[in-house]
């Protein structure tokens, strides 16, 4: 048990063991949790699944990635697929809509040079057919 933390009064501890797959006696996560009844830090989980939930935190910790790669993630949902994003994914998801958002200016403005355009011609032929008509009446007496 993590007796320093309970000597603290933390609240609760999360202890994620990338290596648990190597020892019997060993959990991908443990959480520990001050009891109101002892007043004293006590393991409320041991597991090896992918994704739990911290009560203090009020989210989902979830494992991502394989060997060296393996990170912990936080996660909305108990599923843990809908992940918070990283600076650096929220960073992209930033210049990402920034681009689209270009790119729908730049549609909206080629549709108006277009528009523009078709008014104009259609004003031109306007005139000329009042033109032609204005000269192909016979005057009132």
Avoid at 41 to 52: A, H, P, S
Avoid at 57 to 65: D, E, I, N, P, Q
């Amino acid at each position: 048990m993590p007796s320093a933390c309970d000597e603290m009064g933390v609240s609760e501890v999360v202890i994620f063991d990338p290596e648990a797959s190597v020892g019997v006696e060993r959990s991908t996560w443990q959480i520990f949790r001050r009891k109101k009844k002892t007043g004293r830090l006590e393991r409320v989980l041991r597991t090896d699944r992918e994704t739990i939930r911290s009560e203090q935190l009020r989210c989902w910790l979830t494992v991502v990635g394989r060997g060296g790669e393996q990170r912990i993630r936080i996660a909305r949902a108990a599923n843990g697929r809908d992940l918070y994003p990283t600076d650096a994914e929220a960073a992209e998801a930033a210049r990402n809509a920034e681009e689209t958002a270009l790119a729908g200016e730049r549609e909206a403005r080629a549709a108006l040079r277009a528009e523009t355009a078709a008014r104009s011609a259609l004003e031109a032929k306007l005139k000329r057919l009042e033109a032609k008509g204005r000269r192909g009446r016979p005057s009132r007496p």
